[in-house]
């Protein structure tokens, strides 16, 4: 998971010893309407074309739900429950009207393999609520079967996100440190000591998780093009 455990970054602005990957902090506290409105705009782009690359409804309509969810979570640092319910509720429309029956036991069955994980992950402190309730929603739009792909791209983006961010703050450092004295506190003392991360660093302000959903997505998209 990108850079885990309660002192790596968050994805949501949660505290407590769920702080690890939630949060949702680029850069600035909230990206101003324009600036999040082109990046998503840019992430729902890219995923659409690849839904009508590999003929796939449902993945241009997981570009419209992610459209909305980059929007927000870089402009108000959380998915809203009724955006990821209304994506859910069309998901699951979706796929009946495209598949029957079979359609919506597949969507079900692809929000419960999604959901699953990332409430998981939520108890954990690597995800917040609001992210997990996304994933299940791209879960019924994409499938069970795109599941675990989905979350090693997701995971993967945030790791990478998240690096790439610290660096650019130059917290790179500090916070590579602070992870260096809390696993020699485990070695030798076998107790974790959590090191807090100062106020306003990324660290504590953590990264908008619905873009590594986006990325993730994409490259699933790009790997079912290509299979």
Known sequence: MPLSVQNSLSTRPHTGAGEALRGARFISPRVARTRSVQIAFLAAAGIMVMAY??????????????????????RCSRIPNWLNASGLLGALIGGFALHGGDGLQTASLGAVAGLVPGFALYAMGLLGA???????VLGALLGPDAIPGLYLYMLAAGAVLSIALLAY?????????????SIVSLVLLRKFHHQQPPPGSVAAGGIPFAVC???GTLVHALRVAHS
């Open 169 to 181: 703050r130059d917290e790179l450092r500090d916070f590579l440190v602070r992870w260096r004295k």
């Open 213 to 215: 959903m986006a990325l």
């Open 130 to 136: 609001g992210d997990a309730k996304g994933i299940a």
């Open 53 to 74: 690359w590999v003929r796939l409804p449902l993945v241009a309509g997981a570009a419209f739900y992610l459209f909305f969810a980059v929007e927000y979570d870089l």
